[in-house]
């Protein structure tokens, strides 16, 4: 049974591009969870979502960033414009029910150049 | 302030050592509280998951929670180099969804 997959593993991006991160949650889990991990600090919660609705995105910078969790495929953390602050590791969690506990994918470390 | 404090670490241990690992809060709002174990440049994984006070037990691993003293635990007995990691504590409320606080992790390291 997969666990949460993310793609790609590894993003280089130039200033001012786009980025897209994937994420498809275990089987079974329709909640999906987006956290960020600066160097030298812990996760940091972005956005919480289920199948075509955004729950929770407090956490999210307020320009550029985006995030979708379509009826069909995976969800979608998008970043546009990026900047050489962006770059950190980015993760998913997906869970069961939302008080339940979230299980991590192996992240996308973005390297904006 | 932090909502939550870890020491950084590293913290460096001999083979077979019982180890502690804490952390302190500051909203006593939290109700479920989490350790995560993390491998360099891989995803956290979660190694315990308790609700409010108390100890709970999963093999080598021992999860205490004293939210009198806004302080969580986990101990990790005859340590082993595998054990070699980050290890996380996140918590959150007790009001349905709320988003996981991270601790900014200890970095653990075990030797032969």
């Known amino acids: 049974n997969a666990g949460v997959m993310q793609n790609p593993r590894h993003l280089v991006r130039r200033r001012g591009q786009e980025a897209r991160l994937r994420c498809s949650p275990m089987?079974?889990?329709?909640?999906v969870y987006w956290y960020r991990q600066l160097p030298e600090e812990g996760l940091k919660f972005m956005v919480y979502?289920?199948?075509?609705?955004?729950?929770?995105e407090s956490g999210m910078p307020k320009e550029r960033f985006s995030a979708e969790f379509p009826k069909e495929g995976p969800s979608i953390l998008r970043i546009q414009q990026v900047v050489r602050g962006d770059s950190a590791a980015y993760f998913c969690?997906?869970?069961?029910?939302?008080?339940?506990?979230?299980?991590f994918g192996p992240g996308t470390r973005l390297t904006v150049t | 302030q932090k909502e939550v404090e870890q020491d950084p670490g590293p913290l460096s241990v001999p083979e077979g050592a019982i180890v502690s690992l804490n952390c302190t809060y500051s909203?006593?709002?939290?109700?479920?509280f989490m350790w995560y174990r993390q491998y360099s440049r891989k995803g956290p994984e979660l190694l315990m998951y308790?609700?409010?006070?108390g100890n709970k037990e999963d093999g080598r691993f021992t999860a205490q929670v004293d939210k009198s003293s806004k302080y969580i635990s986990l101990f990790i007995r005859d340590s082993q180099p595998s054990d070699s990691a980050t290890y996380l504590c996140?918590?959150?409320?007790?009001?349905?969804?709320?988003?996981?606080?991270f601790g900014t992790g200890t970095r653990l390291l075990v030797s032969p």
């Open positions: 969690a997906s869970s069961g029910d939302p008080g339940y506990e979230q299980y």
């Open positions: 089987k079974g889990h329709s909640h």
């Open positions: 979502l289920q199948k075509e609705n955004i729950i929770d």
């Open positions: 909203n006593s709002a939290f109700q479920y």
């Open positions: 308790t609700y409010s006070s």
């Open positions: 996140a918590m959150r409320k007790d009001e349905g969804f709320q988003k996981l606080v």
